[in-house]
């Protein structure tokens, strides 16, 4: 019973350096989630996709990017990494549709930008 | 319209005490309203939600009270126990529609 994994846990990044987070879920949820989370901040919706080749930017898209090419699979892609971008990057999944509205969340990605 | 204000940021109680934690929304199509649990290191987890058809929910120590005429929900935790210390969401949406608002967020810790 995974759920939504997440990978890398950890990573340090030199400016300018690009790197893909992966997420995977195995629930056949349709909905999927980027969200960042800073200190006092709560949750900030970077993209999402409601299947399988859609996806669309949410409220700080800027310097990521995102592909959804399975049902399964949502990869965030950095690139030229920026302090800015030090954070921790939840992944979450949510079936989608009628009364299916809990989403799920990955165990977090913690990156540093230095 | 679409942001959800929660109060307050952090939250110092004691054991057996109650824990309150407030969210207020202007967007009136919303229609669900969960509260997410996060413990350090970890990814939230759905802990309650309410639709606004009730004006209460519990479960267990935790209870959601629901005021649709002043577009405010909050969730109080009665006889507040150490392992309830974490960060607390108030989220907001609309059912069927993909996007989830949610709140800053509260940091309960809760103190022998």
């Known amino acids: 019973n995974a759920g939504v994994t997440q990978t890398p846990k950890f990573r340090i990044l030199k400016i300018g350096q690009s790197m893909t987070l992966q997420c995977t879920q195995d629930?056949?949820?349709?909905?999927m989630y980027w969200y960042r989370q800073d200190p006092g901040m709560g949750l900030k919706l970077i993209y999402y996709s409601v299947g399988a080749g859609i996806t669309d930017k949410g409220e700080v898209p800027n310097g990521y990017n995102v592909s959804r090419s399975t049902t399964e699979d949502f990869p965030l892609r950095l690139e030229l990494a920026a302090p800015s971008q030090t954070s921790v990057y939840f992944c979450?999944?949510?079936?989608?549709?009628?009364?299916?509205?809990?989403?799920?969340f990955g165990e977090g990605s913690w990156l540093t930008v230095v | 319209q679409q942001q959800v204000k929660q109060s307050p940021q952090s939250l110092i109680v004691q054991k057996g005490g109650i824990s309150i934690i407030n969210c207020a929304y202007e967007?009136?199509?919303?229609?669900?309203f969960p509260w997410y649990q996060q413990f350090p290191g970890k990814g939230p987890a759905l802990l309650i939600a309410i639709r606004p058809d009730v004006s209460e929910k519990k479960e267990g120590r935790f209870t959601i009270s629901f005021n649709k005429s002043a577009k405010q929900f909050s969730l109080h935790i009665m006889d507040s126990q150490p392992g309830d210390s974490a960060t607390y969401f108030c989220a907001a949406s609309i059912v069927g529609y993909q996007k989830v608002t949610f709140g800053t967020g509260t940091k309960l810790q809760v103190i022998p």
């Open positions: 979450a999944s949510r079936k989608g549709g009628g009364d299916a509205n809990t989403i799920y």
């Open positions: 967007n009136t199509a919303f229609d669900y």
């Open positions: 629930m056949n949820h349709n909905y």
